[in-house]
């Protein structure tokens, strides 16, 4: 997966529950990002973090969680209060004098 | 903050054509564009990218021209292939590049 692996690729969830979706770099980078996808449709951001234990919200952070403890590691929590969780879901990191993004494979989430 | 906006949604064309897709963006700031590549189901990936200090940069068969003052920049793709057929992405971001504005996107289709 390029140095960054979120899983899993599928996840189904029940109405009223909450769902954490992994994103793991080994890139050393330090800023990391969540996109949501709808079919069709272009990338928003829910979260973004430039630096372990600070994160900040995207243009759709409602209805989401996430943590940054780790450098590597950058979870997102789909809460109950996100109404339409149903997408696909992309991390992305990045490393500083380092422009380009790298994605993750992707987490296709369905509620059920 | 930045917006960015790119025509056209969808782009049919006949295999061995070329492929010009346009993206226009708001913020002076910006100097660094990058293009990404979404096969069906996957990851968007970076193809390429241009910084402001340029005009012009070319990789095979696609290249991506920008023009400053009128803040657009377009990606053209000469000899179309099947294999191009993809959603493509355009994006801005502004010198620290910690954060990349994404375009609505392209679906370009390349018919046989």
């Known amino acids: 997966d390029g140095g960054i692996t979120q899983s899993p690729k599928y996840l189904f969830r029940k109405e009223g529950q909450n769902v954490t979706l992994s994103c793991e770099q080994n890139l050393n980078h330090d800023a990391m990002y969540w996109y949501r996808q709808d079919p069709g449709q272009g990338l928003r951001l829910i979260y973004y973090?430039?630096?372990?234990?600070?994160?900040q919200k995207g243009d759709i952070a409602e209805g989401y969680s996430v943590s940054r403890e780790k450098k590597e590691s950058f979870p997102l929590t789909v809460t109950s209060a996100q109404k339409n969780p149903t997408a696909f879901y992309l991390c992305a990191s990045k490393g500083s004098g380092n422009y380009g993004y790298t994605f993750g494979s992707g987490t296709r989430l369905t509620v059920v | 903050g930045e917006n960015v906006e790119q025509h056209p949604s969808t782009l049919s064309v006949q295999e061995g054509d070329s492929a010009v897709i346009k993206c226009t963006y708001s913020d002076s700031a910006s100097n660094y564009f990058p293009w990404y590549k979404q096969e069906l189901g996957k990851r968007p990936q970076l193809i390429i990218d241009?910084?402001?200090?340029?005009g012009e940069k070319k990789d095979q068969r696609i290249a991506v021209t920008l023009n400053k003052t009128a803040k657009h920049f377009s990606l053209h793709i000469t000899e179309t292939q099947p294999e191009d057929s993809a959603v493509y992405f355009c994006a801005a971001a502004n010198n620290a590049g910690n954060m990349l504005t994404f375009g609505g996107g392209t679906r370009l289709m390349v018919k046989p």
């Open positions: 973090s430039q630096i372990v234990n600070d994160f």
């Open positions: 241009i910084r402001s200090n340029v």
